[in-house]
C-alpha cells in the first residue's frame, strides 16, 4: 500500500464547528432539566434549574482544564489515575451513598461524586498510553493483549460491584473498540467478546438488582419502561409542547436523569427527537474526523475512544427510553441532570479539541486503514 508523502499543518483555535455542538447540547440540557424537573421541587421550582446550571459551571472549569493542557502530559500520568482509580472505586464499595439499590456515590456536603463516571476517562488514557508506547510490539496475545485487560478487569469488577453493570459494560465495550483501533489481532478480538458476554450474563444471575431490571424489561412487569413507551408514544410529530408534557408528574420516575429522553419525545415529538439524534450523529462524525487527522498515535486511540464513548452513552440512554434496552440509570450525555458524567464527558471534550490543535499530518491512501494507520488487509509486496 502506497501513503503519499505527509504535509503538516497546524492549527491553534479549536473547531469551532464542533464546540458550537456542544454548546447546543449543554444548553438544551439545561432547558430539559428544568422542564423535566420543576414539578419535582416542592418548594422551589428552579430548584434543579439552579443546581444544574451550578453543576454546568464547574464542569466548564474541568473543559477548560482538558483544554488548555497538553494532551501529552496526561499520557504521562495514565498510571497513576488508574491506581486512584482502583483505590477509590474500592473505597466507594465500604463508605460510599446507598441509592436504589446501588452503592456508587460518594457525598460531600451537597454534592455527591460517582468515581465510575472519571474512571472511564482514566482507564482511555492508561490503553491509549499503552498502545501507543507499543504500536511496533510484536502483537501476541500474551503482551498486547494480556496486560491492558488485566486492569481493565479489575475495573469493571469494582464497579460491577456496585453493582453497576451499565458502566461496566460501556466500559468494557470500549476496551475492545482501543484493542480493535490499536490493532489486536480479530480472532483475539472475538474471543474477548465471547468471553465479555458471558461474564455479562453471569453477573446478571448473581445480582438481584440487576436481574430483576432484565427479567422486567423481557417481561411486562417493569414500570419505568412502560411510563417511558406512554411518553415517547404521547409525543406524536410535534409533541405537546415545552414544559406540557403529563408524565413527569409522578408517574415517569426520575425523568430529569435516567428517562430525559422519554420527556423530550413527548413534550418536542418526533421532530424534537431527530433533531436530537442528529447533532448526537454530527458529534460522531465531527469528533472522529478531528482525531483521524492527527498523527500522534496516543491522540488518536484517546480522541477516538473518547467521542465513541460518548456516543455509547446516548444510544444506550436512547434504547432504553424507547423500551429496546433494559434499564441502565445512564445518563444522556450533556443533558441529564447531575454533575459527575457532565463534568468528565465536559473534560474530555477539552482534551479531544487540544488534541485536535496539535501539529497534524494529511495522508493519501488507496486502501481503508484502522486509527493507528495500519491496512485491515496486509500491504502489497513492493516491487522490484
Not at 470500549?174 to 480472532?187: D, N, Y
Not at 496516543?298 to 464513548?309: A, D, N, P, Q, T
Not at 440509570?329 to 479539541?353: C, H, K, Q, R, Y
Given at each position: 500500500?502506497?501513503?503519499?508523502?505527509?504535509?503538516?499543518?497546524?492549527?491553534?483555535?479549536?473547531?469551532?464547528?464542533?464546540?458550537?455542538?456542544?454548546?447546543?447540547?449543554?444548553?438544551?440540557?439545561?432547558?430539559?432539566?428544568?422542564?423535566?424537573?420543576?414539578?419535582?421541587?416542592?418548594?422551589?421550582?428552579?430548584?434543579?434549574?439552579?443546581?444544574?446550571?451550578?453543576?454546568?459551571?464547574?464542569?466548564?472549569?474541568?473543559?477548560?482544564?482538558?483544554?488548555?493542557v497538553?494532551?501529552?502530559?496526561?499520557?504521562?500520568?495514565?498510571?497513576?489515575?488508574?491506581?486512584?482509580?482502583?483505590?477509590?472505586?474500592?473505597?466507594?464499595?465500604?463508605?460510599?451513598?446507598?441509592?436504589?439499590?446501588?452503592?456508587?456515590?460518594?457525598?460531600?456536603?451537597?454534592?455527591?461524586?460517582?468515581?465510575?463516571?472519571?474512571?472511564?476517562?482514566?482507564?482511555?488514557?492508561?490503553?491509549?498510553?499503552?498502545?501507543?508506547?507499543?504500536?511496533?510490539?510484536?502483537?501476541?496475545?500474551?503482551?498486547?493483549?494480556?496486560?491492558?485487560l488485566?486492569?481493565?478487569g479489575?475495573?469493571?469488577?469494582?464497579?460491577?460491584?456496585?453493582?453497576?453493570?451499565?458502566?461496566?459494560?460501556?466500559?468494557?465495550?470500549?476496551?475492545?473498540?482501543?484493542?480493535?483501533?490499536?490493532?489486536?489481532?480479530?480472532?483475539?478480538?472475538l474471543?474477548?467478546?465471547?468471553?465479555?458476554?458471558?461474564?455479562?450474563?453471569?453477573?446478571?444471575?448473581?445480582?438481584?438488582?440487576?436481574?430483576?431490571?432484565?427479567?422486567?424489561?423481557?417481561?411486562?412487569?417493569?414500570?419505568?419502561?412502560?411510563?417511558?413507551?406512554?411518553?415517547?408514544?404521547?409525543?406524536?410529530?410535534?409533541?405537546?409542547?415545552?414544559?406540557?408534557?403529563r408524565?413527569?408528574?409522578?408517574?415517569?420516575?426520575?425523568?430529569?436523569?435516567?428517562?430525559?429522553?422519554?420527556?423530550?419525545?413527548?413534550?418536542?415529538?418526533f421532530?424534537?427527537?431527530?433533531?436530537?439524534?442528529?447533532?448526537?450523529?454530527?458529534?460522531?462524525?465531527?469528533?472522529?474526523?478531528?482525531?483521524?487527522?492527527?498523527?500522534?498515535?496516543?491522540g488518536?486511540?484517546?480522541?477516538?475512544?473518547?467521542?465513541?464513548?460518548?456516543?455509547?452513552?446516548?444510544?444506550?440512554?436512547?434504547?432504553?427510553?424507547?423500551?429496546?434496552?433494559?434499564?441502565?440509570?445512564?445518563?444522556?450525555?450533556?443533558?441529564?441532570?447531575?454533575?459527575s458524567?457532565?463534568?468528565?464527558?465536559?473534560?474530555?471534550?477539552?482534551?479531544?479539541?487540544?488534541?485536535?490543535?496539535?501539529?497534524?499530518?494529511?495522508?493519501?491512501?488507496?486502501?481503508?486503514?484502522?486509527?493507528?494507520?495500519?491496512?485491515?488487509?496486509?500491504?502489497?509486496?513492493?516491487?522490484?
Amino acid at each position: 500500500m502506497h501513503l503519499s508523502k505527509p504535509t503538516e499543518s497546524s492549527s491553534e483555535k479549536p473547531d469551532y464547528g464542533f464546540l458550537a455542538i456542544i454548546i447546543l447540547l449543554v444548553g438544551f440540557g439545561l432547558v430539559m432539566v428544568f422542564s423535566s424537573s420543576f414539578y419535582l421541587a416542592n418548594n422551589d421550582p428552579l430548584y434543579f434549574l439552579k443546581n444544574q446550571a451550578i453543576r454546568i459551571a464547574i464542569a466548564t472549569g474541568f473543559f477548560l482544564i482538558g483544554l488548555k493542557v497538553p494532551f501529552r502530559f496526561w499520557r504521562k500520568i495514565g498510571g497513576i489515575f488508574i491506581i486512584i482509580s482502583m483505590v477509590v472505586l474500592i473505597i466507594v464499595l465500604f463508605i460510599g451513598h446507598k441509592a436504589g439499590g446501588a452503592t456508587r456515590w460518594l457525598k460531600f456536603l451537597t454534592f455527591s461524586l460517582q468515581p465510575a463516571e472519571f474512571v472511564k476517562v482514566a482507564l482511555l488514557i492508561y490503553l491509549s498510553a499503552f498502545y501507543a508506547k507499543r504500536e511496533e510490539a510484536k502483537r501476541d496475545f500474551k503482551h498486547y493483549a494480556l496486560p491492558p485487560l488485566i486492569v481493565s478487569g479489575i475495573l469493571l469488577l469494582l464497579i460491577a460491584l456496585q453493582p453497576n453493570l451499565g458502566t461496566a459494560t460501556v466500559l468494557g465495550m470500549l476496551v475492545l473498540f482501543v484493542m480493535f483501533v490499536a490493532g489486536v489481532r480479530l480472532r483475539y478480538l472475538l474471543l474477548l467478546t465471547l468471553l465479555a458476554v458471558g461474564a455479562f450474563v453471569l453477573l446478571v444471575t448473581v445480582f438481584p438488582h440487576a436481574k430483576a431490571r432484565v427479567a422486567g424489561f423481557l417481561g411486562a412487569g417493569n414500570y419505568q419502561l412502560e411510563q417511558a413507551r406512554i411518553a415517547m408514544g404521547s409525543g406524536g410529530l410535534f409533541g405537546v409542547g415545552l414544559g406540557g408534557g403529563r408524565q413527569k408528574f409522578l408517574f415517569l420516575p426520575q425523568p430529569h436523569t435516567d428517562f430525559i429522553f422519554a420527556v423530550i419525545g413527548e413534550e418536542l415529538g418526533f421532530a424534537g427527537v431527530a433533531g436530537l439524534i442528529l447533532l448526537f450523529v454530527l458529534f460522531l462524525y465531527k469528533g472522529l474526523n478531528l482525531t483521524a487527522k492527527t498523527e500522534d498515535a496516543f491522540g488518536r486511540y484517546l480522541g477516538s475512544s473518547l467521542v465513541v464513548m460518548i456516543f455509547l452513552y446516548f444510544l444506550i440512554h436512547v434504547g432504553v427510553s424507547m423500551g429496546l434496552l433494559p434499564t441502565t440509570g445512564l445518563p444522556l450525555p450533556f443533558i441529564s441532570f447531575g454533575g459527575s458524567a457532565l463534568t468528565s464527558n465536559l473534560m474530555g471534550i477539552g482534551i479531544l479539541l487540544n488534541i485536535s490543535r496539535a501539529k497534524e499530518k494529511a495522508y493519501a491512501s488507496d486502501a481503508r486503514l484502522r486509527w493507528n494507520r495500519r491496512p485491515y488487509l496486509p500491504s502489497p509486496s513492493p516491487r522490484p
